[in-house]
């Protein structure tokens, strides 16, 4: 169970980044944030996006157009 | 501002001021923002008014060949004969901000609202105020001054540069 979920379904780039780094802000470090996209774009986005802020993507899937990341906030 | 000490950053010279063109420098400005990156923005001409106030943007098809607008699962492209009539910018402009709505785009009050929230650098050209009389209290708040010199100076600073 994350420690805090976002609900980034039927926004579109970059809004399912943007609302996540705020959301991020509020998770401590070594907490998780969930983030539910219907973005496409967002499963190369947030692969991008842990790659340059150095927080861990440890989980990303996909299941009928939903798409689940779960994001280790590091740093 | 930024999450790491070494922080990487990104300059976008802004020129354009329409409701089209006014989405990549935005876009762009605030996801860098949101991924650590120092941003500055320079507006100068047209994109000087993407930081007033009150933001009427407009867009026309006049002229842009590859405005394809999604209608009744076909394309429609506009020809530039009848793209010049009267009240056709106005109804593209409605027909793109349903499509924005419709698509979970953000508007682009609402990035604005994000780059000045990720403390993003926002510089007036002070040339572009003199030529077409803009008054800085036009301006959003927060906004800075500066010339060709300022920019200059925080372009070869920066990791990335960009010219919209």
């Known amino acids: 169970m994350a420690d805090a ?10 809004l399912p ?22 973005d496409p774009g967002s499963v190369a986005d947030f692969e991008a996006f842990c790659r340059t802020t150095g927080n861990e993507l440890l989980d990303s899937k996909s299941d009928g157009g939903v798409y689940t990341f779960l994001i280790k906030h590091t740093s | ?8 950053s990104m300059s976008i010279i802004v020129t354009k001021g329409s409701l089209d063109w006014a989405y990549p420098p935005f876009i762009l400005g605030t996801t860098a923002a949101a991924m650590g990156l120092e941003v500055s923005m320079f507006f100068t001409f047209y994109g000087l008014a993407l930081l007033k106030k009150d933001l009427k943007l407009q867009m026309t098809p006049l002229g842009n060949a590859a405005m394809e607008m999604p209608m009744m699962g076909g394309h429609m492209v506009m020809p530039n004969a009848m793209a010049m009539l009267p009240g056709v910018d106005a109804a593209a402009t409605v ?11 953000a508007s682009i009050e609402e990035l604005r609202e994000a780059a000045v929230d ?13 030529l077409f009389e803009y008054k800085r209290e036009d301006l959003i708040e927060g906004h800075e001054i500066g010339g060709a010199a300022t920019y200059i100076d925080i372009a070869t600073k920066s990791d990335i540069n960009l010219f919209i």
């Open chain 1, 17 to 38: 980044i943007l609302k996540a780094k705020k959301a991020l802000k509020d998770v401590p470090a070594g907490g998780t944030l969930e983030i539910v996209a219907t």
């Open chain 2, 118 to 130: 990720s403390e993003i650098k926002m510089i007036a050209c002070q040339m572009t105020l003199d």
């Open chain 1, 5 to 14: 979920v976002l609900d980034a379904k039927g926004l579109n780039c970059p």
């Open chain 2, 1 to 8: 501002m930024s999450d790491k000490n070494n922080a990487k």
């Open chain 2, 95 to 105: 027909m793109m901000k349903n499509l924005i709505k419709k698509k979970g785009v």
